[in-house]
């Protein structure tokens, strides 16, 4: 049985006093909620939203990371930082950082490895472009970003993982995949996932992500390969949040 995981993204949003503002409102409205719920602020706000958090069941994320424990690496921050702040999550690979900032899948990798030697969960983002997918090459786009992002991941570590799959047509547009495209993605995920990590990969969580909204999510979220979601613009609202985590919730007993 997987514990559904709901995550924040809140991207480049948010100062300090609006991630506390947040934290308050959200935390009455999710209590006891059935699913793991994280939250990845911007690291300018990681200390004072963990601060905001302790005592409650809600982890705090973090939204990059870079593999090296230190150095001259301007402007950089490292696994080691993120444990100092509370961080229990981290996301890697995430299509802005691959597409923006030019992250490769041997990037992702080593990221993903210096997280989990620094008791770091990773949550590993894949997915496909809209040319990709008209292309017919969804399959061949995931399949290689499973393989190269996951490279590094010890075997008996495998279940620990979270992968996020988030086609790259369906961020930040409005437009969702329907349930039916999104699980026929993660039962491929999973799939590829068993032949990488062998029975480890029915325990490894997918989560969906693309315009998760509180109307779009208990369908979603129904699916028997989707494990939870990654949520950018619906996140930074405490109510809209709220409501797709209680909805996650409400299916928690699924598996
Ligand atoms: C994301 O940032 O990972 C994401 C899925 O964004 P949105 O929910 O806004 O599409």
């Avoid at 300090?16 to 706000?45: N, Q, S, W, Y």
């Avoid at 010890?154 to 799959?165: G, I, T």
């Avoid at 995920?189 to 999510?217: C, H, T």
């Amino acid at each position: 049985m997987r514990r559904p995981i709901l995550a924040a993204n809140w991207k480049m949003h948010k100062t300090t006093g609006e991630a506390e503002a947040f934290v308050a409102a959200f935390l009455p409205r999710v209590k006891d909620a059935a699913a793991d719920v994280v939250i990845a602020p911007p690291f300018t706000a990681l200390e004072r939203t963990g601060r905001a958090l302790a005592g409650s069941d809600v982890a705090l994320a973090a939204q990059n990371v870079h593999a090296e424990e230190k150095g001259a690496f301007t402007g950089e921050v490292a696994p080691g930082m993120l444990v100092d702040l509370g961080c229990r999550f981290a996301i890697v690979g995430h299509s802005e950082r691959r597409t923006l900032f030019g992250e490769s899948d041997a990037v992702v990798a080593a990221k993903a490895a210096a997280l989990f030697a620094a008791g770091i969960t990773p949550i590993v983002c894949v997915g496909e472009s809209l040319e990709e997918r008209e292309a017919g090459r969804t399959p061949e786009v995931v399949g290689a970003q499973l393989d190269g992002s996951l490279a590094k991941v010890p075997r008996e570590r495998a279940a620990e993982v979270v992968v996020a799959y988030e086609p790259i047509w369906a961020i930040g547009t409005g437009r969702t995949a329907t349930p039916e495209m999104a699980q026929e993605v993660h039962a491929f995920a999973r799939g590829r996932l068993r032949e990488r990590f062998g029975a480890a990969a029915d325990a490894i969580r997918i989560q969906y992500g693309g315009s998760v909204k509180p109307d779009n999510a208990g369908e979603l979220m129904a699916q028997p390969d989707i494990d939870g979601a990654l949520v950018g613009g619906a996140s930074l609202d405490p109510e809209a949040f709220s409501r797709i985590v209680n909805f996650e919730s409400v299916h928690a007993g699924k598996r």
